[in-house]
C-alpha cells in the first residue's frame, strides 16, 4: 500500500508548540525526528546563507507560487490541501536552518527576539541594560542583545562602547566586538570595535579576559590595561594616556600628539561631519582636549598652534591649507 506522507494533526501541533517556544517531551521531539527522518528529509531546504528575513521573504515566494501552480492545475479543495503541505515543509526548512534536528534546549532560541540600540554620526548615547549594567556608545556605533537577556548577558558591540558592570555571581558578562570576546564579572571597561581599525580593550577598573577568535589566544587584562589585537594576535600593554581612551565618555574631545590626518579623522567622527583636504596635509602634531565645543570653536583653538585655513561648503568642511 502507498505510504501517505502527509503532515499528521498532532505533528503540526507539536510544530505550532515549538514555535511558540513551548517545551515538549522527549518522546515528543523522538517523534518528530522519525517523522522528520522518514518522510520529509529529501524535500528539506537548509539556507546556510541567509538572513532571518531573507528567509521570511523566500518562504512566502515559495507558497505564492506553489498556490498559482495549483490554480492551473487543480480544483480550489486540492490547492488548499497543496499548501497545507507546503507550509509546513518550509517551516521545518527554516527550523533546520536556525537549529540542528530538535533539540531539547531549542525552544529557548526560537522566536529570540533581539534589541538593538545605536548611535548616530556625531552622537554619544548611554543607556541601562536589563541587568543594571551602563553602557556609553560612541558616535555611529551599535549594541544589540537578546531580549532574555537576564538569562545570558552577552552583548555584539559595531563600533566604540565603554561599559559599567554591574556584579553577578555565576553570570558573567560577555561583550562580542569583531574577531574578539571579552568576558568580565564586574568592572568598567572601553571596547573599541572601529570599522578600519584593529580592536582594542581597554580596562578602567576591575579585570577582564579577553580572546581572540582568530587565534584562541586568551589575555587577562587588570585595571589600567589595554590590548590590541594586530592580525589576530593579542599584545597587552599599560595604558599611557587615560585620558585619550576614556574621557570621551564624559564629553571630551581629547587628542594626544596626533598628526594632522588624524585630527581630520578624529574631527569628522566626533561631529559626524564630513572633512575634506583640498591639499596633502602636512605633519603637524595636535595636542589638546575640548569639552562641549563646538567644532568651529575647535577649530580656532587649533589655529592658534597651527596656521589652518579652511571652509564651509553646506555641511562639508574642507582644510584648504596647513603651516606648522
Not at 122 to 144: C, H, M, Q, W, Y
Not at 186 to 205: H, M, W, Y
Not at 260 to 267: A, M
Amino acid at each position: 500500500m502507498k505510504r501517505d506522507n502527509k503532515t499528521q494533526p498532532s505533528q503540526i501541533s507539536l510544530i505550532s508548540d515549538l514555535l511558540r517556544g513551548k517545551s515538549i517531551s522527549d518522546d515528543e521531539i523522538r517523534n518528530l525526528n522519525d517523522w522528520y527522518d522518514a518522510e520529509h528529509k529529501p524535500k528539506i531546504e537548509v539556507y546556510h546563507e541567509l538572513t532571518k528575513p531573507e528567509i521570511g521573504a523566500l518562504m512566502q515566494k515559495k507558497i505564492h507560487q506553489q498556490i498559482a501552480k495549483e490554480r492551473d492545475t487543480q480544483s480550489r479543495r486540492n490547492f488548499y490541501l497543496a499548501a497545507a503541505v507546503l507550509i509546513p515543509l518550509i517551516v521545518f526548512g527554516f527550523l533546520f536552518y536556525i537549529l540542528p534536528p530538535f533539540q531539547k534546549h531549542q525552544n529557548n532560541t526560537t522566536n529570540q527576539a533581539w534589541v538593538t540600540v545605536q548611535s548616530l554620526p556625531g552622537e554619544r548615547k548611554t543607556l541601562d541594560l536589563p541587568d543594571g549594567s551602563k553602557v556609553t556608545l560612541n558616535s555611529n556605533s551599535a549594541i544589540t542583545y537578546a531580549e532574555n537577556f537576564l538569562d545570558n548577558r552577552a552583548v555584539q558591540l559595531d563600533g566604540e562602547g565603554f561599559f559599567e558592570v554591574v556584579p553577578q555571581k555565576g553570570q558573567p558578562f560577555t561583550v562580542s566586538s569583531g574577531d574578539l570576546e571579552t568576558k568580565v564579572l564586574g568592572t568598567s571597561f572601553n571596547v573599541s570595535s572601529l570599522r578600519d581599525a584593529e580592536g582594542t580593550i581597554a580596562v578602567k577598573t576591575g579585570k577582564v579576559s579577553v580572546k581572540s577568535m582568530k587565534t584562541g589566544t586568551k589575555v587577562i587584562l587588570q585595571k589600567g590595561q589595554l590590548v590590541n589585537q594586530l592580525s589576530g594576535d593579542l599584545y597587552a600593554r599599560e595604558i599611557t594616556a587615560e585620558e585619550s581612551i576614556f574621557d570621551w565618555v564624559d564629553g571630551n574631545l581629547v587628542m594626544v600628539n596626533l598628526e594632522l590626518n588624524q585630527v581630520v579623522e578624529k574631527l569628522s567622527d566626533w561631529y559626524g561631519i564630513e572633512i575634506q583636504s583640498a591639499k596633502v596635509l602636512p605633519p603637524c602634531r595636535i595636542t589638546g582636549t575640548y569639552k562641549n565645543l563646538k567644532i568651529e570653536e575647535v577649530l580656532e583653538i587649533i589655529n592658534y598652534s597651527i596656521n589652518l585655513k579652511y571652509s564651509w561648503h553646506g555641511k562639508k568642511l574642507i582644510i584648504e591649507e596647513a603651516n606648522c
